[in-house]
């Protein structure tokens, strides 16, 4: 009786929840009319871009909404008690300890001066009146729940200590000490790498069937989400658009917005051959200036008169599936086509990569070193051994003209030394940088302007690219001026014209940085990175801070201007599905050095290098039906000052052969058309590696 | 059809110079500190300009008759032992400190931020050099080092600006230098390198522009440091030289009748501290503003 009780009560229900925040223009509505439930032992994933209202609700559930914030409407029922109009003592007393929040950036939720062991007991000695060494004895059994590592030894640690992942580790573990009812996550895995963010999705995964408690997951990562959730929620500006169950939403997607969404991520393994991406036009409306019909309205495809003037309630449309659409039967009945205003037409792009290029850049054996002093007394005057911190290590590869380089690898593997040592922005250790026939080997203050000016760079962080005292005008023209690449009297005109290029008007020349969104930033980043027509053009991480739609659309502004100038770039990603989707050529690089090397298609597939098989095993899909192969990385990646000998990987690889390993660099094995594998393991063995993805 | 539809971007063109002089006063008016800061700042800006009309008197002019007066309808504020009206000699004495004190901030600031820039955009041996030499400085007692600098060069006004600018320049150059160091790693001077732009005008265009907010703030109390030290340099008899009707000597002055004529002592007191509370309230309004606004 006690069970089918607990089945029909759900842990939250919130219905026709609206948030507003007071600001100085007033209130603005951030969350409006959310309704949705969570029972026990299921994951409600919410997903959405950012600035749709994910994270003001699960501040409202835990009433951590700030001062200017407040519930106005709508009811939040735990456990089948209101949570809404109470006192906050009452809310403590009803909550108790049911309910856990995991954030996005562990180390904000851990103490950084108390002991891993003391802040884990702490709760359960607060909480439980348990003894000292009780807690003890169940914060290790937790801590080997989680599967941390030598726990004993973790209790005694500081959280600094700890790696990003074990820390993440650490507070769901705190989060689950008290065995919540409820348990919400807050982006728990964005900060993390993808191998990384594997485990820990596997452990939530886990814990849920075991504890049986009730998630709410909120990302932006559909492949996240559709690995964790039973049930999903997309949010769209403070509004819930579609909720279904997780396969329904990622097969039978009935909201525009979701459709729309799902177009605008590259599936794994394809290419821009074979496939393009659609990004979704315009962009959210801010939460003080809603359409007065259907808020997706103004960015939809379908959209009809009606859709302006009624604003449409979240209906069932389907056993389990909601959505929040007027004409969402009819549209999923319509043939979709691509709107041709948002699709490059890239066959000339390909066409000339179809032509055998000679490499324009050429690397040899270049290594970029960090000097590190240690922290002894001998070092302080100047007798000390210096330390190196081996960011790229014996790097050698090949970019033919016109091509793409994806560089894939975790984050501390070297791909960012790596471009800023090409450019000249770090100076080198040892090897040879070529390009086109010269020398670059020099850092970019000795390089002839003629050369700095065909290496060019964008950058990942769009609010740190643009110097936010200067209008766009201004920082688009600079290099014009500097390089003369067009008389000073034309400056005006060509940077209109580089403007039209990355799809911003004239009227944006003389806006300030601040005055534009993340997308806006990145593209005249983009603009000014081709402003001096370089040869070669660097992107560092360019779409990894932005949302997918936005994302969809900077790769394929960056396609049509590479079909346009004939640039050749290195395309540096930790995504493997965008790296896939853009490069040519791909290197996975791990700890400064290359794995695996050589065309895009031929990476994706047997024969692997067992650290892209095990990659491309913790990429999440966002296709519930996808087999992936379980392949999880042990450990942490070593540190960049001390890297292990022999192959650098030996530490944590699933396919360790022996002693070999451990002692001889690997060999470089050619797999033939310039694929090669840089491993121990012979290429039959490797060849004869089941694929890691299959998707029916 | 439906495809043709654009969502127009809201933002308007550049902004007017109204609208950028309103953004920029805007965090002063949001904050009632830096608001009574700045009137009292502003009162003291104001008494200076019109000095001549506010007084009929000249502040060196000594009326035997009427020394060491309390306030009085011919003298409103008093006068002091050689007879002068108090309230000539105070408003007299805006004038000079109004131009003193940011004066020698502005030289400070020049040298400060300059240093600064250098030692932080360099690094490695510039920034040792420079930054040992700056700690010596600023390991003497500000005090001291006002006494050794004008002893050695002599009580003038000029030496004055050169004593505070010498004082006040290591701390500008730290808090410029930590600046730099962290505008520095921004993307958009290594876009600037990728433009062969030279040294001198990544500092001074790139990075300085936007290290100016705490810059701002920071001179604003300098400003009120500077007329702290004027003050405490004329009571030592550092300042400028007797007739010049100096806050500081003016107290210095009084100071042998303060039994007899307190006021004398009080007026130049009170000046020179509610010029620097304003100053600093001011200071302090602005910075929590903007920093809310960050």
């Known amino acids: ?42 994951a409600h994933g919410i997903v959405g871009e950012s600035g749709c209202g994910k994270s003001t609700i699960a501040f409202g559930i835990v009433n951590f909404l700030g001062r200017n914030g407040k519930i106005v409407d709508g009811s939040i029922l735990f456990q089948g008690q209101e949570l809404r109009g109470r006192s906050e003592e009452e809310l403590r007393r009803l909550r108790g300890d049911q309910v856990a929040m995991v954030y996005q950036d562990p180390m904000q939720a851990l103490n950084p001066s108390l002991r891993i062991g003391d802040q884990l007991s702490e709760v359960l000695i607060v909480h439980r009146n348990l003894s000292k060494e009780a807690a003890h004895e169940k914060c290790i059994d937790m801590l080997k729940r989680v599967y941390m590592p030598d726990p004993e030894a973790v209790m005694l640690r500081y959280p600094h200590q700890l790696s990003g992942g074990q820390q993440q580790r650490v507070v769901i573990a705190m989060a ?68 279904a169950p997780v396969e329904e939403v990622f097969l039978n997607s009935m909201h525009p917005y979701t459709q729309g969404l799902m177009r605008c991520v590259p599936k794994l393994g394809l290419s821009k051959e074979s496939s393009y991406l659609c990004p979704i036009r315009g962009r959210v409306p801010s939460p003080a200036e809603l359409p007065p019909g259907c808020i997706f309205e103004p960015r939809c495809d379908y959209a009809r008169p009606r859709c302006r003037q009624t604003h449409p309630e979240l209906r069932q449309a389907a056993p389990g599936h909601f959505i929040r659409c007027l004409f969402a039967e009819e549209i999923a009945a319509q043939e979709w086509q691509p709107p041709e205003d948002l699709i490059p037409d890239l066959t000339a792009l390909m066409a000339r990569k179809a032509e055998a290029a000679e490499p324009i850049l050429h690397l040899q054996n270049v290594r970029t070193y960090y000097e590190q ?40 593997c070297g791909k960012s030394t790596l471009a800023k040592t090409i450019v000249g922005l770090e100076p080198l250790t040892g090897g040879e940088v070529e390009f086109l026939g010269f020398d670059i080997s020099v850092p970019v203050k000795k390089r002839d302007i003629k050369l700095i000016k065909e290496l060019q760079m964008v950058f990942q962080n769009p609010d740190s690219t643009m110097n936010p005292s200067f209008t766009v005008g201004h920082q688009i023209g600079r290099p014009l001026r500097c390089f003369k690449t067009v008389p000073r009297n034309q400056v005006r005109d060509e940077v209109i014209r580089l403007l039209e290029a990355v799809k911003l008007s004239a009227v ?39 949302d997918v739609s936005v994302q969809a659309a900077v790769l394929n502004l960056l396609l049509e201007i590479q079909q ?35 065309p895009a298609e031929a990476i994706y597939a047997p024969p692997y290098h067992p650290y892209t098989e095990s990659l ?41 052969i022996g002693e070999i390993c451990e002692t001889e660099e690997p060999p470089c094995r050619d797999a033939g058309d310039e694929h090669r594998i840089y491993c121990h393991i012979p290429l039959e063995e490797l060849r004869k590696l089941e694929p890691v993805v299959t998707v029916r | 059809m439906a495809v043709s539809k654009r969502v127009m971007p809201r933002i308007s063109a550049r902004p007017s110079l109204w609208q950028r002089l309103r953004d920029a006063i805007a965090p ?78 502005l030289c400070s600031l020049a040298v400060g931020t300059t240093l600064g820039l250098l030692a932080g955009y360099f690094g490695g041996l510039m920034d040792e050099v420079v930054m040992r030499i700056l700690d010596a400085l600023m390991a003497f007692p500000a005090i001291l080092l006002y006494l050794i600098i004008i002893a050695a060069v002599g009580a003038s006004a000029t030496n004055v600006v050169i004593a505070i600018t010498i004082a006040g320049a290591p701390g500008i150059a730290r808090l410029v230098r930590s600046l730099t160091m962290d505008i520095r790693t921004r993307d958009y001077i290594d876009a600037a390198q990728l433009r062969g732009e030279n040294p001198f005008y990544i500092m001074w265009v790139e990075i300085l522009p936007n290290a100016r907010g705490p810059i701002i703030v920071d001179a604003m109390l300098r400003v009120g440091y500077a007329v702290f030290s004027i003050g405490t340099l004329g009571f030592l008899g550092l300042g400028l030289p007797p007739p010049t009707p100096d806050w500081g000597s ?22 020179i501290s509610s010029l620097v509370i304003g100053l600093n309230l001011f200071a302090d309004g602005l910075r929590e503003e903007t920093m809310r606004y960050q």
Request: charged residues 20%; contains cysteine.
């Open chain 1, 1 to 42: 009786m006690t069970t089918n009780h607990r089945i029909q009560t759900p842990i939250l229900k919130v219905e026709n929840l609206a948030i507003s925040y007071e600001t100085r223009k007033g209130d603005v509505q951030a969350v409006r009319n959310v309704s949705f439930e969570i029972n026990r032992g299921e």
């Open chain 1, 176 to 243: 689950l000490l008290n065995n919540p009812a409820l348990l919400i996550m807050d982006e728990p895995t964005t900060a993390l790498d993808v191998t990384v963010e594997a485990a820990v999705l596997d452990l939530i995964d886990e814990l849920r069937r075991e504890f049986d408690t009730a998630i709410m997951y909120i990302t932006h990562n559909l492949g996240v989400i559709a690995r964790v959730s039973d049930r999903v929620g997309v949010m769209y500006a403070g509004e819930m658009v579609e909720q």
């Open chain 1, 373 to 412: 002093e240690s922290r002894s007394v001998a070092s302080l005057i100047g007798l000390g051994k210096k330390c190196y911190v081996k960011a790229v290590d014996d790097v050698s590869i090949e970019v033919p003209k016109g091509c793409t380089l994806g560089v894939v690898g975790e984050s501390g």
């Open chain 1, 508 to 546: 944006y020349y003389d806006r300030l940085p601040r005055q534009l969104s993340g997308g806006e930033k990145q593209r005249v980043g983009i603009a000014r990175a081709f402003a001096a027509r370089p040869d070669l053009v660097l992107c560092d991480e360019p779409v990894s801070s932005l």
């Open chain 1, 564 to 598: 346009q100038y004939g640039t050749t770039m290195l395309f540096i990603a930790h995504d493997l599905s965008v790296v896939r989707f853009f490069s040519d050529y791909i290197a996975v690089m791990y700890l400064g050095r290359i794995c695996e090397v050589g």
């Open chain 1, 616 to 656: 491309l095993s913790a990429v999440p899909i966002p296709d519930p039906t996808a087999e992936q192969k379980r392949i999880r990385l042990s450990g942490t990646v070593p540190s960049a000052l001390n890297p292990p000998s022999g192959c650098r990987f030996h530490t944590r690889c699933p396919r360790k």
């Open chain 2, 28 to 105: 002063v008016l949001a904050s009632k500190v830096a608001l009574v800061g700045l009137a009292l700042v502003v009162f003291w800006i104001l008494v200076a300009i019109f000095a001549p009309v506010l007084t009929p008197y000249s502040p060196l002019e000594q009326d035997a008759e009427a020394m060491n007066l309390g306030p009085s309808a011919g003298h409103p504020l008093g006068s002091d032992h050689l007879g002068r009206d108090l309230w000539a000699r105070l408003i007299y004495g805006s004038r000079l400190i109004l131009v003193l004190a940011p004066l020698s901030v």
């Open chain 2, 250 to 271: 003016m107290v210095c002055a009084g100071r042998r009748y303060i039994w007899a004529n307190p006021w004398a002592v009080l007026w130049p007191s009170l000046a």
